[in-house]
């Protein structure tokens, strides 16, 4: 087994390898560190034996390979060469900066435990270490209402992975908290812990939709603010003008959710706004911008992910590397260049690989995610 080449995630934790063997239709094979290897191939026992490196998922003719916050893709990528064969088109002697391995891409994963769709606490992972939080009491009470005629509540709570996090994990922790807090009233927990006990598990949410207001974002109290946002239903292009004013919140949560939002709105209206949350002085608003005008695909976004690299925060300058390496065209080949001399080795490779999509006359396809969901479109049209 060749690497072939090799692609960009979401997640600087992520990386695509795609090689010269494929699998047959719909297998797909998944090993972590924690597994009896035993009887695994012996390329996937090389690869997890490669410090950093804590899973893979094989399917189709790529890998996706996870590698541990603390450990740099420096570092682990020449072995996953000499694992699986030369690349020629991956650089890893580029550079020989320094790299301090505290020096985080600052993403945090956030999970909120639930038991049939009540919170009952968080839990955050940053760089290899996990905080839990609890949540104020009136939960857990839910929880215990809602569990009388469970069998067992241990088995039933589960852990929901929510969207990444950028920045310090004790504040990000306190931040989820509080925004449970805010979208979680008494009414609403009583709604959940009725459909509990009726059977009605289905109706997830247990929340009454309303249209955002003026006077909504008005209200003096920031987590009424939140929790007016948080009941709008799907947003449309009629919902931008109140999701832009939005924008200008003073409390970050609510900047970011109204980001969130704007990524729903495939509309090309939608990217004045969202060029604007470019802007905001907070990363996880920026990245959350950033992530939603790749999900959108508007090329129209090209100049203004080219002046992203030179963001302040390198998960942000990683991020409009990865867009250009996505939708990128020749206007982007001046800026790209700079981007090789970037202090952080993610950003310059991200760099190189837009480069050399761009410079080669290759076409831009997407994200990877949406290459899968085009591949997997056209076998249902074949099938």
């Known amino acids: 087994m060749k690497i072939m080449s090799i692609e960009p995630t979401p997640s600087p934790y992520s990386m695509k390898i795609n090689v010269d063997e494929t699998l047959p239709d719909q297998q797909t094979e998944t090993y972590s560190q924690n597994d009896n290897l035993s009887k695994a191939p012996n390329y996937v026992r090389d690869l997890l034996a490669i410090e950093g490196v804590k899973e893979l998922y094989r399917v189709i003719d790529f890998i996706a390979l996870e590698r541990h916050p603390k450990v740099e893709w420096e570092t682990i990528l020449p ?146 603010r939140y929790a007016a946002l948080d009941r709008i239903p799907d947003p449309t292009t009629a919902d931008l003008p109140i999701l832009g004013q939005a924008l200008n919140d003073e409390k970050m949560s609510i900047r970011r959710l109204a980001t969130a939002y704007l990524g729903m709105v495939e509309s090309k209206e939608t990217l004045p706004y969202l060029y604007e949350a470019l802007q905001d002085k907070t990363v996880t608003v920026r990245r959350t911008a950033g992530d939603c005008l790749s999900d959108l695909g508007f090329t129209d976004a090209i100049p203004h992910m080219i002046d992203r690299l030179q963001d302040k925060s390198r998960v942000v300058r990683w991020r409009a590397a990865m867009f250009l390496y ?58």
Not at 182 to 207: F, H, V
Not at 341 to 355: G, I, N, S, T
């Open 79 to 224: 072995q996953v060469e000499a694992v699986l064969g030369q690349s020629a088109d991956l650089q890893t002697d580029e550079s020989n900066t320094a790299h301090n391995p505290n020096d985080s891409y600052g993403a945090v994963r956030v999970y909120i435990q639930q038991f049939r769709n009540i919170p009952m606490q968080v839990k955050v992972e940053a760089d290899g270490d996990e905080k839990r939080f609890g949540l104020a009491d009136r939960f857990q009470t839910a929880a215990m209402e809602a569990s009388k005629d469970s069998t067992s509540m241990l088995m039933e709570r589960e852990w929901i992975e929510q969207d990444p996090r950028y920045g310090d994990a004790d504040d990000i922790g306190a931040d989820v908290v509080d925004e449970i807090d805010a979208t979680y009233p008494d009414k609403r927990l009583q709604t959940l812990i009725d459909l509990a006990q009726s059977g009605e598990g289905d109706q997830k949410q247990g929340k009454q939709l309303k249209p955002l207001t003026e006077d909504d974002l008005r209200q003096d109290n920031w987590k009424d």
């Open 326 to 383: 996505e939708y990128g065209d020749e206007s982007a080949v001046p800026s790209l260049k700079e981007a090789l001399e970037d202090p952080e080795f993610e950003v310059r490779m991200q760099a190189k690989m837009a480069l050399s999509r761009i410079q080669e006359g290759e076409l831009a396809q997407g994200s990877i995610w949406k290459q899968m969901a085009e591949m997997t479109k056209q076998k249902g049209d074949q099938s």
